[in-house]
């Protein structure tokens, strides 16, 4: 198998450089990584330009994040790129957890069927990124993508922004209504505005390698406390394509990370672990994590979206997955808000859902770092007596925190249940099912792939609202029909949920009278 | 002893576990051991019923160590 060949995107020089004349920018995107690219896109499809910068001009290297959680997917699959991502991953649902090298117990996340995405696939950053540009240059006249273009200055006002810029050609400043902060953890833009990144840093240095092998490991998700092969704490093995294999080792705080990065240090470790298989090192890195956040992610006319906002260890996979969850809370409302159709109050909401959405992330990530790194005797102990406990008591091995898989974020708190008959109650995100249109197969989030969407289960007529399309699922008649019997079983029957455009449940109606809906679809359009 | 591998906590058992390691931050090996002893004997109590005591006795026993 080949392994990826990095090709340069090129650079081109910007128009304000080239003699072009000056263009008016609605919203201009710091960084082309997933979370920058995703937002460009998700923005396009609903016929809103943006201006992309990148400080480089080649996809991500080494392969960094790998697991794209099931919510990621199907977000992707409204962007376009979700397919490609399936067809190339490496799918997988189990994680496997062993104490020395006795299996303790496997878990499983996704246990029903009737749902389009896995729940999880490997795929490396760079093919992400790949496929993200390839699908923003379906759009010219909308994603503008400036490789090469080096943000070095930016003067923030209630009206916009302004981002002074670096390129092979020399600088220039470009003025948008909104600039949107995608530049990763160690934003420069962050640093410009001089605002505090907080939160904790774990002492722990991990060893994270890629190796290229040719084995016939499971697709599933290994971890190992207190491995046989390996005297740190932890290990963790993960396949990804291309016969590339992602191995992650504990080596404690003492390690010196120039050293174990050499060669010479880290084939003998990952020779203990696949044996005398050969194998070719992809990348290396030795890491110490820490779980910050900002305090806010909107400031004036610049809102910060995925590390730039916030940071998590990795175990968990909730850094990438949550920074494109940011992306589906971000896109509708800054579209929504330059086409005019709504109020910039609503950013304030997308800052509430998100520092909610960076929180529970950050939570869950650092309980696993914590298990993972005992500080004390006693903490040893407990998590030995955890694991002991585990082998027979099932109880026990809910306890063992290997990694709490990111999950959709749940935004109930920000909605009132009023009711208590729906399965789904306000603030989920929706959850997917098989159906039938015209004859042909469909999924339900593949319909709900813009704007506000009302659907009636089980039938029904809506009122016709504009901005608001109707659809009605049946079990043998209406716009979607329900043969499996999933999308009724999951919102029950006579039922009417309206959908955000991200795909989230806003309201639930018995009755979903022309007054009602137009209230919601108002509040969350702040107008 | 069924009923002892049972899990009751289910996600509560994430909050329980960061809450019992912060009570113990901090404190020396054997205070953290007197808490843990204390702890066992609230609980004890807080059970009331000797019968499933000293199943859990058993259970704990029987395990490693």
């Given at each position: 198998m080949p392994r990826y060949e990095y090709r340069r995107f090129g650079y081109t020089t910007p128009p304000e450089l080239s003699g072009g004349r000056p263009r008016d920018y609605k919203v201009a995107i710091v960084g082309a990584g997933p979370i920058g690219l995703a937002l460009a896109i998700d923005l396009a499809l609903k016929g809103v330009a943006s201006v992309v910068l990148d400080?480089?001009?080649?996809?991500?290297?080494?392969?960094?994040?790998?697991c794209w959680a099931k919510r990621t997917l199907e977000i992707f699959d409204r962007l376009g790129v979700g397919e490609r991502m399936v067809e190339k991953g490496i799918t997988w649902k189990v994680g496997r957890v062993y104490h020395r090298d006795r299996e303790l117990y496997a878990f499983d996340l996704l246990p029903e069927a009737g749902h389009k995405m896995p729940a999880f696939i490997n795929l490396q950053q760079y093919y992400v990124e790949q496929y993200l540009v390839d699908r923003a240059r379906d759009f010219p006249e909308l994603v503008d993508l400036r490789f090469k273009?080096?943000?070095?200055g930016i003067e923030n006002s209630n009206s916009g922004a302004t981002i002074k810029l670096e390129t092979p050609d020399g600088t220039y400043n470009l003025a948008a209504d909104y600039v949107v902060a995608?530049?990763?953890?160690?934003s420069p833009i962050r640093s410009m505005l001089g605002l505090e990144f907080r939160g904790q840093l774990f002492e722990e240095r991990f060893l994270i390698a890629d190796i290229e092998m040719q084995a016939d490991f499971p697709a599933d998700r290994r971890f190992w406390f207190e491995p046989t092969f390996h005297e740190g704490e932890s290990a963790l093995l993960h396949k990804q394509p291309d016969d590339i294999y992602r191995i992650d080792l504990q080596l404690g705080w003492d390690a010196d990370p120039e050293e174990e990065k050499k060669p010479e240090k880290v084939i003998p470790r990952i020779k203990a672990i696949v044996g005398e298989r050969p194998f070719e090192i992809d990348w290396v890195s030795v890491y110490t994590f820490q779980c910050s956040r900002l305090e806010r992610f909107v400031h004036g006319r610049v809102i910060f979206a995925g590390d730039s906002a916030h940071v998590v260890s990795p175990f968990g996979a909730r850094g990438g997955n949550g920074g494109i969850q940011d992306v589906d809370a971000l896109g509708w409302r800054l579209a929504a808000v330059v086409k005019g159709e709504a109020s910039e109050g609503i950013f304030e909401r997308y800052n509430a859902e998100r520092v909610h959405g960076a929180d529970e992330n950050i939570k869950n990530s650092a309980r696993t770092t914590n298990f993972m790194t005992p500080k004390s005797d006693m903490e040893k102990m407990m998590r030995r007596a955890v694991l002991d406990l585990a082998a027979e008591m099932p109880f026990a091995r809910r306890l063992i925190n290997s990694g709490r898989l990111s999950v959709p974020c749940s935004l109930?708190?920000?909605?009132?249940?009023?009711?208590?008959?729906?399965p789904l109650p306000p603030g989920r995100v929706a959850v997917d099912a098989p159906l039938e249109k015209n004859g042909e197969d469909t999924w339900l989030l593949s319909e709900l792939d813009a704007g506000f969407t009302l659907v009636s289960f089980g039938g029904g007529a809506g009122p016709a609202i504009a901005g608001v399309r109707h659809m009605s699922v049946g079990a043998d008649h209406g716009d979607l029909i329900d043969r499996r019997g999933f999308a009724l079983d999951r919102y029950g029957t006579r039922l009417s949920y309206l959908f955000r455009?991200?795909?989230?449940?806003c309201a639930v109606f018995r009755k979903p009278t022309e007054e009602y809906v137009r209230a919601v679809v108002d509040k969350e359009l702040g107008r | 002893m069924g009923d002892f591998a049972d899990d009751r906590l289910g996600t509560a058992g994430d909050d329980f576990y960061e809450a019992l390691l912060e009570a113990h931050k901090g404190l020396s090996f054997e205070k953290s051991a007197a808490l843990n002893a204390r702890l066992v004997l609230i609980l004890a109590n807080r059970i009331g019923d000797l019968e499933t005591l000293s199943a859990a006795l058993t259970a704990a026993r029987g395990s490693k160590e």
């Open positions: 400080d480089n001009d080649v996809v991500s290297i080494g392969s960094r994040a790998i273009n080096n943000v070095i995608c530049d990763g953890a160690r109930e708190r920000f909605y009132n249940r009023h009711l208590s008959a729906a455009p991200d795909q989230h449940i | -």
